[in-house]
């Protein structure tokens, strides 16, 4: 027993120098939620995932390669915890979420795969802070189309990315080869590529981001701008955002517009969240606009710095005579490790 004992001791020194040298973190989030409602009267009552965020576990790391340079990876897949299975699932693909390997330095960083191109960020304009189940700019974004949105739109394979930081300014800048299969047309050009620029500075935070999608074939470009804005007043902090989209889907003149407007408000040990949003759709040929709208009131609890409780409500106005509204209630606890 005791040369046992004294054979893992020198096992668990050997191994000990190997085990410090790497740097790998593994991280995460549980969100689970009920949620009951209706939506075009279908009535909703189930246990659903990422209500506050979505649920997701990840891999990253880095090493000093010396002469501050360092090589740093990130490989994360969303699941629906509700179900368990990979969310989104996007073919057969692994780490659906985030894959990428790059080189990290006082330049900045440089990254290679799937990456979130800048119009991912769009929380620190909007007041339920993430790609909430029930915030009104996630749901009117996608509902157009939009690629600048805290969702899977923006999320883009074959990248190429840049990050740097300077003092209170941070600059991005991606490239994305796009697919690798070719159009039916014989041509293939969905090449795509987004910018942006945010300042953050004591109260104070402001950015902009541009995308451009490439059509296929004859299909014009996609073309995405966003102005965004917070500020902290202490008792309560003020955030919003514009947006457009000139020919969303790559249908030509088939633009739209929208608009977010929200307040958080320190209360009680947690925050009331009060957000609306509003869109502004022109369909090409067509003498009239559609503009559906949202608005969300939540309140988030944090029990610790890693587990949050929160509840909700949105209601979607779709604006039209075919479908009626969207009322949604959720309950939940986000959990992050």
Do not use: C
């Amino acid at each position: 027993m005791q040369k046992k004992l004294i054979a893992l001791a020198v096992a668990g020194l050997v191994a000990a120098p190997a085990m410090a040298q790497s740097n790998v973190t593994i991280y995460g989030v549980a969100d689970a939620y009920f949620g009951f409602g209706s939506d075009d009267n279908d009535d909703i009552s189930a246990i659903n995932s990422g209500g506050l965020a979505g649920s997701r576990i990840g891999f990253k790391g880095s090493e000093d390669l010396g002469n501050g340079l360092k090589a740093v990876f990130t490989l994360e897949q969303g699941y629906a915890i509700d179900t368990g299975k990979a969310s989104p699932s996007v073919g057969d693909s692994v780490f659906s979420r985030q894959a990428w390997v790059g080189l990290q330095g006082s330049f900045g960083t440089v990254s290679l795969g799937r990456q979130y191109a800048p119009g991912y960020f769009v929380a620190d304009y909007d007041a339920l802070l993430s790609s909430s189940a029930i915030s009104p700019q996630s749901t009117l974004s996608v509902l157009n189309g939009m690629t600048i949105t805290p969702n899977s739109p923006a999320r883009w394979d074959n990248s190429v990315k840049y990050t740097g930081s300077f003092d209170a300014v941070n600059v991005q800048a991606i490239y994305s080869m796009g697919t690798t299969e070719v159009a039916p047309s014989g041509v293939s050009d969905d090449d795509k590529y987004g910018l942006s620029a945010a300042y953050a500075n004591g109260p104070v935070n402001v950015g902009v981001i541009y995308h451009n999608v490439g059509g296929t074939g004859t299909n014009p470009d996609q073309k995405e701008w966003l102005i965004g804005a917070g500020y902290d007043f202490g008792a309560a902090k003020v955030v919003g955002s514009y947006q457009k989209v000139s020919d969303s889907g790559n249908v030509r003149d088939l633009d739209a517009k929208l608009w977010n407007l929200g307040v958080i408000v320190p209360m009680g040990g947690g925050n009331i969240h009060v957000a609306y949003a509003q869109s502004d759709v022109d369909f090409p040929n067509m003498g009239e606009n559609w503009e559906p709208s949202s608005y969300t009131l939540a309140y988030t609890y944090p029990f610790s710095k890693r587990t949050t409780a929160y509840a909700g409500y949105q209601k979607l106005d779709y604006d039209t005579d075919t479908k009626d509204d969207k009322d949604l209630f959720v309950v939940g606890v986000n959990h992050k490790f």
